[in-house]
């Protein structure tokens, strides 16, 4: 049976932009929070939401770069000196569970070929019956209600 994994964005790339001020920052639209509750700041590297008191940036990604109509990018919170989590065949955390997520099934040409939009508890029967088409080569899972990127699904056998 075919199967997926979710995986954080890596953060490398984030890293410096803790140290820059907020005027510098505000130069690349990018700006530092505190989260004020728990759960509604969803870091995209961990894979789970901030806890009170903890230090984000909420910044513009790129998260479909590829030569593509679908080419896109959208805001995405990346919490400080969060570990990058790569999770275990099939796991949905609870940072996608408590959501209602739109699924975008995209092919090898980064064509979209099929979506859908399932509350949170079902998306990993959703992902599993969307990998079913051969042609799935990965999905990206959106928070239906802002629309905001949240991870990326991949097919492992």
Aim: hydrophobic share 40%; glycine share 6%.
């Amino acid at each position: 049976m075919t199967s997926f994994r979710l995986s954080g964005l890596d953060p490398a790339p984030f890293a410096p932009l803790f140290a820059l001020s907020d005027d510098a920052l505000a130069q690349q639209h990018i700006l530092r929070m505190r989260a004020d509750s728990h759960p509604g700041y969803p870091c995209r590297v961990s894979l789970e939401d901030a806890f009170e008191g903890d230090v984000l940036l909420l910044l513009p990604f790129e998260h479909l770069p590829e030569a593509s109509p679908y080419r896109s990018s959208g805001p995405i919170f990346v919490r400080q000196d969060a570990p990058r989590r790569v999770l275990a065949p099939g796991e949905v955390p609870p940072y996608v569970t408590r959501r209602t997520i739109s699924l975008r099934v995209y092919d090898d040409a980064h064509q979209m070929i099929a979506a859908d939009v399932v509350d949170g508890p079902s998306v990993g029967d959703a992902l599993r019956h969307a990998f079913v088409d051969p042609h799935a080569a990965y999905i990206h899972l959106h928070n239906a209600k802002r629309g905001c990127f949240s991870c990326r699904a991949d097919r492992i056998a």
